[in-house]
């Protein structure tokens, strides 16, 4: 198997490992658990599921750390195409993840607020819901930050994939048309919330981008061409 070749099945690999833990956290957990304005509900909620709301909270450091990985593998694949790209690339992606590592604290203080811990008997049941709200609240604030770096690394990672010449230019236009999209979210939900539904809606299709270059990658790899064929 040529080298290339191999790499963009290594990185197609971790990609789909990514595309399995990062929707756990991000979609099923709150849909699943959260109440959207019932503190009370919400609570009880995670204290009748705390396992699967602790698996969450291990998913999204999980995610961060599949998605450094999987920013190395594609630099391994694509910085022979493009060196400065490549490392801007890797540079957004660190942030990300960074960004991703932090905000898992906001989920941790929202368990421990609402478990009520010794140190907080100073505050009534409802004092301690309504905090862990908020801290939900923030966590959700923080993938909404989050999604400036989940869309801006996309930017370069499509036009390396445009130039590389061994995977599909469409796939490469597609990534860019998904990072703006990501950013358009991203700034709805800080500047508009009241239309952050109905953006995602309309933004929906594009993001299937990222799935789309991750069935291509674990599929059909990089279509490397014989040196002869390059040469002519």
């Given at each position: 198997?040529?080298?290339?070749?191999?790499a963009?099945?290594?990185?197609?690999?971790?990609?789909?490992?990514?595309?399995v833990?990062?929707?756990?956290?991000?979609?099923?957990?709150?849909?699943?658990?959260?109440?959207?304005?019932?503190?009370?509900?919400?609570?009880?909620?995670?204290?009748?599921?705390?396992?699967?709301?602790?698996?969450?909270?291990?998913?999204?450091?999980?995610?961060s750390?599949?998605?450094?990985?999987?920013?190395?593998?594609?630099?391994?694949?694509?910085?022979?195409?493009?060196?400065?790209?490549a490392?801007?690339?890797?540079?957004?992606?660190?942030?990300?993840?960074?960004?991703?590592?932090?905000?898992?604290?906001?989920?941790?203080?929202?368990?421990?607020?609402?478990r009520?811990?010794?140190?907080?008997?100073?505050?009534?049941?409802g004092?301690?819901?309504?905090?862990?709200?908020?801290?939900?609240?923030?966590?959700?604030?923080?993938?909404?930050?989050?999604e400036?770096?989940?869309?801006?690394?996309l930017?370069?990672?499509?036009?390396?994939?445009m130039?590389?010449?061994?995977?599909?230019?469409?796939?490469?236009?597609?990534?860019?048309?998904?990072?703006?999209?990501?950013?358009?979210?991203?700034?709805?939900?800080l500047?508009?919330?009241?239309?952050?539904?109905m953006?995602?809606?309309?933004?929906?299709?594009?993001?299937?981008?990222?799935?789309?270059?991750?069935?291509?990658?674990?599929?059909?790899?990089?279509?490397?061409?014989?040196?002869?064929?390059?040469?002519?």
């Amino acid at each position: 198997m040529h080298p290339t070749h191999k790499a963009a099945r290594v990185a197609g690999a971790v990609y789909l490992l990514l595309v399995v833990t990062a929707p756990f956290s991000l979609i099923y957990i709150p849909r699943t658990l959260i109440v959207r304005g019932n503190a009370t509900a919400t609570a009880n909620n995670i204290l009748a599921h705390e396992t699967l709301f602790r698996l969450s909270i291990v998913a999204d450091l999980i995610s961060s750390v599949i998605f450094i990985f999987l920013v190395l593998a594609l630099y391994r694949l694509l910085s022979g195409v493009n060196m400065t790209h490549a490392s801007l690339m890797v540079a957004l992606v660190l942030v990300s993840a960074a960004v991703g590592f932090m905000n898992v604290l906001s989920n941790i203080a929202a368990l421990t607020l609402f478990r009520g811990a010794d140190f907080l008997s100073v505050f009534n049941k409802g004092q301690l819901d309504a905090l862990g709200m908020l801290f939900l609240r923030l966590h959700g604030q923080g993938n909404v930050i989050n999604e400036i770096f989940w869309g801006l690394w996309l930017f370069p990672f499509g036009v390396l994939v445009m130039r590389s010449g061994f995977l599909p230019r469409i796939l490469g236009v597609w990534l860019i048309v998904n990072c703006f999209a990501y950013v358009a979210l991203s700034f709805t939900g800080l500047l508009l919330p009241q239309y952050y539904d109905m953006a995602f809606r309309i933004a929906f299709p594009a993001l299937f981008g990222e799935m789309a270059i991750v069935l291509w990658l674990l599929i059909k790899g990089a279509k490397v061409q014989p040196l002869e064929a390059r040469a002519a």
